[in-house]
């Protein structure tokens, strides 16, 4: 089992970089691979896939949406993993939540077992 907290959220304009972190309790956190969803205001009911990595760092898979300008990342030596977002556009703006699962990263939210509490992501214009 594995517990996740989120942070690095705020209030940025556009086109400045912001970097999240996702900081993981216990002594497994190799073991999973890993993911940064966000929920965008008004879509309560949807969670969008926006990046993922694998156990080992070495595989890595972005929305879209996001690619070209966000970098995923990890530490396992520190149980922690990033999301450096640059060039942020309004559109980002959205609750980010880390993932992690036993299985192979996906874009589906249900592959996951376990969520941090999201850090709030705000870009103005």
């Known amino acids: 089992q594995v517990q996740l907290v989120e942070s690095g959220g705020g209030l940025v304009q556009a086109g400045v970089s912001l970097r999240l972190s996702c900081a993981a309790s216990?002594?497994?956190?190799?073991?999973?691979?890993m993911a940064w969803f966000r929920q965008a205001p008004g879509k309560e009911r949807e969670r969008e896939f926006v990046?993922?990595?694998?156990?080992?760092?070495?595989?890595?898979g972005y929305a879209s949406s996001v690619k070209g300008r966000f970098i995923i990342s990890r530490e396992n030596a520190h149980n922690t993993m990033y999301l450096q977002m640059n060039s942020l556009k309004p559109e980002d703006t959205a609750v980010y939540y880390c993932?992690?699962?036993?299985?192979?990263?996906?874009?589906?939210?249900?592959?996951?077992?376990?969520w941090g509490q999201g850090t709030q992501v705000t870009v103005s214009s």
């Open positions: 216990g002594r497994t956190f190799s073991t999973y691979s």
């Open positions: 993932a992690a699962t036993n299985d192979v990263y996906g874009d589906n939210p249900w592959l996951y077992d376990y």
């Open positions: 990046a993922g990595i694998s156990r080992s760092g070495g595989s890595t």
